[in-house]
């Protein structure tokens, strides 16, 4: 006998198109509301990436130009004054 809970969702066809593989189980029923999102419906939210691409698009050409070319090298020196790296 299973004693794993097993947890679907889908719509009332999409469940009852299984029903064979639940025949004689209990189960639980929880009706959502309309608008409840499916799991696959959520609205995908944005990647790191795609945030920090964003900000990184409002920052005006010549405000990167002033930052020093070896910034990426370097940068633990410009925060904390470590020395530079060779």
Request: cysteine-free; proline content about 8%.
């Given at each position: 006998?299973?004693?794993?809970?097993?947890?679907?969702?889908?719509?009332?066809?999409?469940?009852?198109?299984?029903?064979?593989?639940?025949?004689?189980?209990?189960l639980?029923?929880?009706?959502?509301?309309?608008?409840?999102?499916?799991?696959?419906?959520k609205?995908?939210?944005?990647?790191?990436?795609?945030?920090?691409?964003?900000?990184?698009?409002?920052?005006?050409?010549?405000?990167?130009?002033?930052?020093?070319?070896?910034?990426?090298?370097?940068?633990?020196?410009?925060?904390?004054?470590?020395?530079?790296?060779?």
């Amino acid at each position: 006998m299973t004693t794993e809970v097993i947890e679907i969702e889908g719509t009332w066809e999409e469940i009852t198109a299984r029903a064979e593989q639940f025949a004689g189980r209990r189960l639980r029923v929880t009706v959502l509301p309309e608008e409840f999102p499916a799991a696959s419906e959520k609205p995908a939210s944005p990647s790191l990436e795609e945030e920090i691409a964003a900000i990184v698009a409002t920052v005006p050409e010549d405000e990167w130009a002033k930052l020093p070319a070896d910034l990426g090298d370097n940068l633990d020196h410009y925060i904390y004054g470590t020395p530079k790296s060779e």
